[in-house]
């Protein structure tokens, strides 16, 4: 309810043909030779055979490579074994919250909920195949406490991720939660510069203001310091 992709780009999953993505990535890569791509797609990885195929093409092409996806890949092993020889280098993928309550108040399709407790065994079997996972979390969400920043962090460093971006919710113009936020009159902020995810434009249900801002801040300095104590 918090995403606007699917107002941007509609609600129907559409998918370019391997040809023409084959096509795209040869024009790329004799342009900017020994580059990291970035597929766009919100998730690349739906349509397994496709997918496989996609994979199979790559490998010609010498190409690194990114994109998004969900935790479901962790149970195809050919899959990842076809991702890492085509020059997958990591995958980005919205968790989003590690409370079950967070995340069925967020889905209309209980999905990410479903997988909560595998979380940490898929992030396993996907950095194990020698592909990082990035992932991105919200925090300060309605069923949030002042627990969840200490908890995403504990989550965070016990899964080992490579890396992560963490953020607010932010109500943008098109989404549900933008306006389930109006009708409760806690959006207290329209201006757009201050829309970044990470500056706090609503009221939060179980916290104040300064609390969600100083709460954000205290994950990226305690992963930031704890990183750079470890090099």
């Known amino acids: 309810n918090f995403c606007c992709a699917s107002n941007v780009y509609g609600e129907k999953y559409r ?42 093409g790559l490998k010609k092409y010498d190409v690194r490579w990114i994109a998004q996806t969900d935790i479901g ?7 990842l074994r076809q991702m890492k020889s085509a020059g997958c280098q ?10 079950e309550k967070s995340l069925s108040s967020m889905e209309s399709v209980a999905f990410k909920g479903k997988y909560l407790s595998e979380y940490k065994e898929r992030i396993d079997k996907i950095q194990n195949a020698g592909i990082r996972v990035y992932g991105t979390f919200i925090v300060g969400l309605d069923e949030d406490s002042e627990n969840v920043f200490e908890e995403t962090a504990d989550f965070i460093q016990d899964c080992n991720l490579y ?8 109500p943008l ?22 829309y970044t995810l990470w500056d706090v434009v609503i009221q939060p249900q179980n916290l104040s203001v300064s609390e969600l801002e100083e709460g954000l ?15």
């Not at 990591?90 to 409370?99: A, H, K, N, P, Q």
């Not at 113009?173 to 201050?194: F, V, Y």
């Open 173 to 194: 113009p098109g989404t549900k939660m933008r306006e389930r936020l109006e009708r409760e009159g806690r959006i207290i902020s329209n201006n757009w510069g201050d």
């Open 15 to 56: 998918r370019k043909e391997n040809k023409e993505i084959f096509k795209e990535v040869s024009i790329i890569s004799q342009m900017y030779p020994d580059k990291m791509l970035l597929f766009a797609d919100d998730n690349l990885l739906i349509m397994r055979k496709a997918s496989n195929e996609m994979m199979q």
């Open 163 to 170: 890396g992560v971006n963490i953020t607010v919710p932010t």
């Open 90 to 99: 990591w995958v980005v993928i919205g968790f989003e919250s590690i409370s």
């Open 217 to 231: 801040f205290s994950i990226y300095q305690r992963l930031n310091e704890e990183r750079n104590a470890d090099e």
């Open 73 to 79: 890949i962790a149970k195809d092993e050919q899959l």
